[in-house]
């Protein structure tokens, strides 16, 4: 269990529990970098900010602890498509010996969860899942949420609905009130690419940021360069767009993205994007070419998205 707990803190005014996510793909390790500097950056604050003032508890874990230390999206599944109620259901009424992989992640993250909520009862909890990706691009994924929504608009990165409806048994899918017991608002965040070690910083931004927009911590407190690295890395991409069409990969080994894609490129009808077993896959649509997948492991060829606002 310790090696899944990156790290807590907890204010000394009450608030909401914030839980936030990294490597629930363990091939996405920036998030986990991030969140250690985040705790070390909330221990010095005090002392170099008297009044620096945190309210609630926060608690910083890593998603799929074994994929993570075999340094792959995952063992045996994808950990973010295993969140459906009915699942969990049959994972928590398992005994843990006769689970493995990500089911027994999951089952452990949820056991650290509910002893947070069971010792401290807050009134409200808050999930940031940190995610990186194999293309270039930084964007949030929000609920159908007004407030998931315009959180996610002040983390000031391109916001994407319509993702979820593509997929299902996202965490984003999960954390609700009703499966959580207490109000719970949840949302993701997408650093850029997995390696680059700008993504650790673009992180760091988005969780302060965010927990500036939720009021955990006062916007006094809040360095403005961290609105400028996502502010300016966001320059030209949309604000608010809705994916509509997702290309489901079967089989991996066959698919070969065309190089050079990254997030938000506009792409035409028509345009070639892909192979995939031999053939050649164009574009069904104009848009925007969302998470092109350059990676050996995952189902999600593309999406393609349009603006709403
Ligand atoms: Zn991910």
Known sequence: MTDRIIGKYKGKVGGPLLVITAAMHGNEPAGVKALNLLFKMLEVEPITNPDFVYKGEIIGIIGNVQAYQKGQRFIEKDINRCWTADHIHYITSMDKTRLCNEDLEIKEILEVINQEINDRKPDKMYLLDLHTTSSDGIFCIATNDSDSIK???????????????GIAGTTLHYFTKQNVGIPALSLAFEGGLHNDPMSVNRCIAAVINFMRTIGVIN???????????LQEYANGLPRLVEAFYKYTVKDNEKWEMKSGYKNFDKIRKGD??????????????DGYLLMPLYQKQGSDGFFIARDIE
């Not at 959180?151 to 319509?162: M, R, T, Y």
């Not at 070639?272 to 649509?285: P, T, V």
Request: hydrophobic share 45%; no cysteine; charged share 30%.
């Open 151 to 165: 959180i996610a608009k002040d983390i000031h990165a391109p916001v994407i609905l319509g993702l979820l409806h």
């Open 219 to 229: 916007a006094k407190d809040v360095e403005n360069h961290h609105d400028k690295i």
């Open 272 to 285: 070639f994007l892909a192979k995939y077993d031999g053939e050649d896959i164009f574009a069904q649509y």
